[in-house]
C-alpha cells in the first residue's frame, strides 16, 4: 500500500505529460517516425549511483585518454538516488556518489535538476521497480535514455515503458552488457549458420523484491536470446535453492535452456548448437562493449535491440517465474504478454486519468 500511494503521488506530477499513450499492437513493432532524434550535445547524466555500473561507465567515459570509441561523450551530472529499500543497493550511494565526484561529476538534488545539466541519460537505478516512473521524466524532457538491467521489476512495467517510449517518439535501449561478451556477436553474426538451439548460465542470486531472474539470472537469459532470436513458444522449469534450470520451446521447435547457478562455482558462458558448427557463447567480456553500443544509440537515435526483443526476454523471465508457481508445467509466452498488455492499458489509463 505504502508504494501504491508513492506511486498515485508521481502520477499526478506527470500525468498531464502521459495523457494519449496508448497500447502497442501484439508484436510490440514500434514505429518511431523520428528514429534518429539525437541531441546536439554529449552530456550525459544519470541516475541511480546504487550500482558498480554507474561509476564503471563513469571512469571509462572521463578518463583523459577515452577512445575516439566513446565520441567525446562524458558524465556531467548524476542523481544519485536509486533504491531505497534494496541494502546492497543504498549501501552503496554514498561511496559511490563520492567516487564519481572525483572523476568531475556533478551531484543534482533531483531528476529535474539532472535534466538540465545533460543532453542524454543513462537510468542505473539498481531497483527495476522505480525505472517506469524516473523513465517517464526522462522522456517528458525529451531525452534519450539507456535502461540497465533490468528495464522494469515486472513485464507489465516493460511494456509500459515502450507504450510511453512511442507516445513521445523517444526510442529506449535496454541490455545486459552479456549480449556483447566474447564469442556472442560472432555466432550472431552466422559463424556456426543458423543457430538450432544453446544452453546458457550465469549466476542467478535472488532479491524479493524482483522475480527470480529479473534480478541476476536476466544476464544468461539475454544471452540466450542473443544468439536464438525472439519466437519462443512455451517455457518451463525446474527450481531449487542452488540453481533454476529453465528450458524454452521456439516456436520452430528448436530449444534453448538456461542454467541460473546459486551454489559452487559461478560464471557466465554457454554452447550455441548451429548447422555448421558448435560454439561457446557468453564470456563477460567487460563493460566497454556495452558502452560503445550505448553511445552509438545516444550519436544515431537507433536501437541496437528491438523493443520486440526485449519485451519477450522479460515475457521468458516472467513464465519462468510462472512455471515455478506450476511445479514446472509449461507457460504459454503469448498468455503472458497479452495479460500483461492488458494490465500495461490499466496501468497507463492510469497515469493518464488520476
Not at 4 to 22: E, L, Y
Request: aromatic share 10%; charged share 20%; glycine share 10%.
Amino acid at each position: 500500500m505504502k508504494n501504491q500511494f508513492k506511486r498515485r503521488d508521481f502520477v499526478k506530477t506527470v500525468s498531464a505529460g502521459v495523457a494519449g499513450i496508448g497500447m502497442m499492437n501484439l508484436n510490440f513493432a514500434i514505429s518511431f517516425q523520428n528514429q534518429n532524434k539525437v541531441q546536439a550535445g554529449r552530456r550525459i547524466g544519470i541516475i541511480g549511483l546504487d550500482t558498480s555500473h554507474a561509476t564503471a561507465f563513469t571512469k571509462a567515459l572521463n578518463d583523459p585518454s577515452a577512445g575516439p570509441e566513446f565520441g567525446g561523450y562524458k558524465i556531467t551530472a548524476a542523481y544519485p538516488r536509486g533504491s531505497s529499500e534494496i541494502k546492497s543497493s543504498y549501501e552503496r550511494i554514498p561511496g559511490y556518489t563520492e567516487e564519481v565526484k572525483k572523476s568531475g561529476v556533478e551531484i543534482a538534488g533531483s531528476i529535474e535538476e539532472l535534466l538540465t545539466k545533460c543532453d542524454v541519460v543513462l537510468l542505473e537505478t539498481n531497483d527495476g521497480r522505480l525505472h517506469l516512473e524516473q523513465a517517464l521524466q526522462v522522456m517528458k524532457a525529451g531525452k534519450l535514455m539507456f535502461i540497465d538491467k533490468p528495464i522494469a521489476a515486472s513485464l507489465t512495467d516493460a511494456i509500459a515503458i515502450f507504450n510511453a517510449a512511442t507516445h513521445y517518439n523517444l526510442p529506449v535501449f535496454s541490455s545486459s552488457s552479456l549480449r556483447y561478451g566474447t564469442g556472442t556477436a560472432e555466432i550472431k553474426g552466422g559463424s556456426i549458420g543458423r543457430v538450432l538451439g544453446a544452453d546458457t548460465y550465469s549466476p542467478a542470486t535472488l532479491e524479493r523484491t524482483h522475480p527470480d531472474l529479473f534480478w541476476y539470472g536476466i544476464h544468461g537469459v539475454e544471452t540466450l536470446y542473443t544468439v536464438m532470436g525472439t519466437g519462443c513458444k512455451s517455457v518451463s522449469g525446474i527450481f531449487t535453492d542452488d540453481a533454476d534450470f529453465v528450458t524454452g520451446l521456439w516456436k520452430d521447435n528448436r530449444i534453448g535452456t538456461f542454467r541460473g547457478i546459486r551454489k559452487g562455482k559461478t560464471e557466465y558462458g554457454g554452447t550455441a548448437f548451429g548447422e555448421k558448427g558448435i560454439a561457446q557463447v557468453g564470456r563477460y567480456n567487460g563493460y566497454n562493449p556495452l558502452l560503445e553500443e550505448v553511445i552509438k544509440f545516444f550519436q544515431t537515435g537507433a536501437a541496437p535491440v528491438s523493443p520486440s526483443e526485449t519485451i519477450e526476454i522479460f515475457a521468458f523471465m516472467t513464465a519462468a517465474y510462472e512455471s515455478k508457481k506450476l511445479n514446472g508445467e509449461p507457460v504459454l509466452i503469448d498468455s503472458v504478454i497479452k495479460e500483461a498488455e492488458h494490465e500495461a492499458a490499466v496501468l497507463m489509463n492510469t497515469f493518464k486519468n488520476i
